[in-house]
């Protein structure tokens, strides 16, 4: 059976979306898989809209651009306006009800998976700077395209060498957005 899975992962500069986005692209290079991986920026970096898209598949891939997505990561209101309405009838997104009012998303049309993303950042780290680990964690349970362990271990490709101390605890948020969109 052919593989595929494509994400847009959205959110405002500074939530992490292109980290979680580079992350996923590793983990799934490290399964040998074909990725593409196509960042896109707000007119300003921190704070401005930003997302990115990332196709994954066993076959070749025609092209990055994806218009109506399999399924989402949404952490923030904005991104929810903006891509809920493309995907596809019977997709999965999974949002940050940190930021995202759950009853906002569709119910029928696809399978929403909805977990505060930013209180279980909080949790681990003190802050909302894990979320978007938390948000990859739920999206990893919610679609199964790759064991939770691969991602874990395509952390040391993505994270930035001198964030290299922190991977235990983006170990840790994966793994409780794992949890909650398990419970969820």
């Known amino acids: 059976?052919?593989?595929?899975?494509?994400?847009?992962?959205?959110?405002?500069?500074?939530?992490?979306?292109?980290?979680?986005g580079k992350l996923l692209g590793y983990s799934a290079i490290g399964q040998g898989l074909n990725v593409t991986y196509m960042p896109?920026?707000?007119?300003e970096m921190r704070g401005g809209t930003a997302n990115c898209t990332i196709v994954i598949s066993d076959d070749d891939i025609g092209?990055?651009?994806?218009?109506?997505?399999?399924?989402?990561?949404?952490?923030?209101?904005p991104s929810l306006d903006k891509f809920q309405p493309?995907?596809?009838?019977?997709?999965v997104q999974v949002l940050n009800s940190s930021q995202i009012d759950p009853d906002l998303a569709e119910k029928d049309r696809v399978k929403t998976v909805s977990v505060p993303a930013d209180e279980l950042s909080n949790e681990i780290l003190g802050s909302a700077r894990l979320a978007n680990m938390?948000?990859?964690?739920?999206?990893?349970?919610a679609t199964q395209v790759m064991p939770l362990e691969t991602v874990i271990k395509?952390?040391?490709?993505?994270?930035?060498?001198?964030?290299a101390n922190m991977i235990p605890k983006n170990t840790q948020a994966l793994q409780a957005g794992y949890d909650a969109a398990e419970k969820a």
């Open 1 to 20: 059976m052919s593989l595929y899975q494509d994400v847009i992962i959205s959110g405002f500069g500074g939530q992490g979306v292109m980290l979680i």
């Open 40 to 43: 896109v920026y707000g007119p």
């Open 63 to 77: 092209s990055p651009i994806i218009h109506s997505p399999v399924s989402l990561i949404i952490m923030n209101r």
């Open 86 to 91: 493309r995907l596809q009838d019977g997709g």
């Open 134 to 141: 938390a948000a990859l964690g739920a999206y990893i349970q």
């Open 154 to 163: 395509g952390l040391e490709k993505a994270v930035p060498a001198h964030y």
